[in-house]
């Protein structure tokens, strides 16, 4: 076809009927590469078992694990909180919050409720707990084994860690380990100082620190596409790649949490956590095996070769913002501000976009633009991989700018998935460029449902496999890089909150912060 043939247009105009595409992934599912263990006899303890997280992700997690019998038969689990209750009134209540959510394996859930106990304990005096934990130990042949997952808010940490080493409970060298919540720390000296008081009494491999989002089936899917596949990782580098960006957009607000989000803020909530966790997985190099060390070197590494923000850049990489009143789906929201608990005058940042770069050889020059908020748009959780643009085009009409680059997707939510956008021709005389999304969504194609991240964490724990827990050195180095950040943002309060409107894509400095690069946000 001549070049200048019927070409003034390289979108999709109105005239042009969308392309219908209907594209089944064909699954060819083997054994070659399963793994999967069973847990070994374990008691697990709940500390805080009257929570939020105990009864929406621990003990629904545990029970879907009871029931596709990835525990053991040898396990008990005791909850422990300060609120009165006993055995039978937790039970009830697991009970019937299960069976709210549609559970009918009434005797399933009877048999696994016979392994589940309650004790109210103040957290200073977990020693009272050594009596009741010999006996089911006993009762459970558990062998003594003990997994303590501290589930209370962060100011209860240190006293409950003190209190289960004064009681031998936990200790170097004893069988039992503990599962600790994040927020880890709120800067880089608090975090210091819980973990000089873990160390102080459990070895390193009794240490799980909990990053829910490395449980999440798409985050352990992002090292499996890399590194188990040959056509990827030769192009994943600073020669084919343009920019990365992650996303972690939520619209919904505080719920209720106004308590711990005011002393808290995106940067320490998301930032050094998961979005970290998931900058780390993205870029790290290929583990030479994929044992709990080699992984964690590799991740630890992108965190170190991270361009240091200096103080007066800060604003120029790093843009922060809080939501004023607006829409969600067209219902009216409060402004962060008039949330029930809220200061009317806090600067807490619910929203932090910053541009960052890895100094190393395969990302030197290589944006990446991290972006997370409340009350945005859309509620949204992804990596994607923008590829470079086309060098040159071979059609006159069509500037080879006027090609979208391809663009790798991984999703976390909603619907987690990973999608490849190229361009193609659309059917017919003229001649029609489109973007088109070659796609797989979990749901779609494993019957099967995935793993709740808890589930799986729980049960790696039982495991004793730390791949996916977050080690010292990593958890000191992200606080590292966010307390720089922290500080500055200290030395100048904001002036302008609130700077974006419920139900927006955040702050017109975000939007600066990309486009003066010549690049956008997705949407
Ligand atoms: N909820 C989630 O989805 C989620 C997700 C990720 C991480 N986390 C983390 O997991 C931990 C627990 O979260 P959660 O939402 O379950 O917390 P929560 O419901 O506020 O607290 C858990 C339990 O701790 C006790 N507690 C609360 N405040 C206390 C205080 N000031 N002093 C002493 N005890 C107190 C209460 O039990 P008693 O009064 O009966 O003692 C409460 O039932 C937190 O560190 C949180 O950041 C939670």
Redesign the pocket.
């Known amino acids: 076809m001549p070049a200048d043939a019927g070409l003034p247009n390289a979108k999709l105009t109105d005239q042009q009927d969308p392309p219908q595409i209907s594209a089944p992934v064909k699954v060819t599912l083997h054994q070659l590469f399963c793994m999967e263990a069973t847990a070994a006899p374990c008691g697990i303890v709940i500390i ?1 078992a ?5 009864h ?2 621990l003990l629904p997690g545990l029970y879907h694990l009871y029931k596709v019998k990835l525990l053991p038969k040898e396990f008990f689990i005791l909850g422990a ?3 009165p209750g006993d055995d039978a009134g937790f039970r009830d209540q697991i009970e019937a919050a299960f069976k709210e959510k549609g559970e009918t394996d009434g005797a399933t859930l009877r048999g696994f409720l016979e392994h589940v106990y309650y004790r109210s304990v103040q ?1 200073a005096q977990l020693g009272t707990l050594e009596s009741p934990l010999k006996e089911f130990a006993l009762k459970h042949a558990t062998q003594g084994k003990l997994l303590f997952h501290i ?6 940490y240190e006293s409950a860690i003190a209190s289960l080493s004064q009681a031998g409970l936990i200790g170097k060298g004893k069988n039992a380990a503990v599962i600790i ?3 880890f720390g709120y800067d880089l000296d608090s975090a210091r100082r819980l973990n000089r008081l873990l160390l102080a009494n459990l070895d390193e491999s009794q240490i799980y620190r909990i990053d ?1 989002y490395l449980g999440k089936e798409t985050v352990q899917n992002i090292l499996m596409f890399r590194f188990a596949n040959s056509i990827f990782e030769p192009v994943w580098n600073r020669r084919y790649i343009d920019h990365v960006q992650i996303t972690a957009a939520e619209s919904i607000g505080i719920e209720h949490r106004a308590g ?1 989000y005011e002393k808290a803020g995106n940067l320490r909530d998301v930032f050094q956590n998961h979005m970290f966790q998931l900058l780390s997985t993205v870029a790290m190099e290929p583990p030479v095996v994929l044992d709990q060390d080699q992984y964690r070197n590799e991740k630890l590494k992108v965190i170190r070769s991270l361009r240091p923000i200096p103080a007066e850049k800060l604003n120029e990489m790093v843009v922060r913002g809080q939501y004023g009143s607006g829409a969600i789906d067209g219902t009216p929201v409060a402004a962060y501000r008039q949330e029930e608990g809220v200061n009317p005058a806090s600067t807490t940042e619910t929203f932090v976009a910053m541009k960052l770069f890895i100094d190393n050889w395969r990302w030197e020059g290589v944006p990446f633009y991290l972006r997370s908020g409340k009350r945005l748009a859309r509620g949204v959780t992804e990596i994607a991989i923008q590829f470079k643009q086309v060098p040159h085009s071979m059609i006159p009409a069509f500037p080879a700018d006027q090609f979208s680059p391809n663009v790798l997707t991984f999703r976390l939510q909603p619907q987690e998935g990973i999608s490849l956008s190229f361009e193609a021709k659309q059917p017919g005389t003229k001649f029609c460029m489109t973007t088109l999304d070659m796609a797989f969504n979990y749901k779609d194609v494993f019957r099967k449902s995935s793993m709740e991240a808890y589930e799986r964490l729980l049960l790696d724990a039982m495991q004793g496999d730390q791949t996916l827990f977050v080690r010292e050195d990593m958890n000191d180095l992200s606080w590292a890089f966010m307390t720089t950040i922290l500080k500055g943002w200290e030395q100048s309060p904001p002036g302008n909150f609130p700077n974006y409107a419920a139900g927006s894509w955040g702050p017109r400095e975000a939007q600066a912060l990309i486009e003066k690069d010549g690049r956008a946000w997705r949407k």
Not at 50 to 54: E, P, Q, T, V, Y
């Open positions: 805080g009257s929570g939020d997280l105990a929406r992700k909180a300060r609120s957290y589930a209370t808010p962060p100011e209860v919540e994040k927020p829910h711990f």
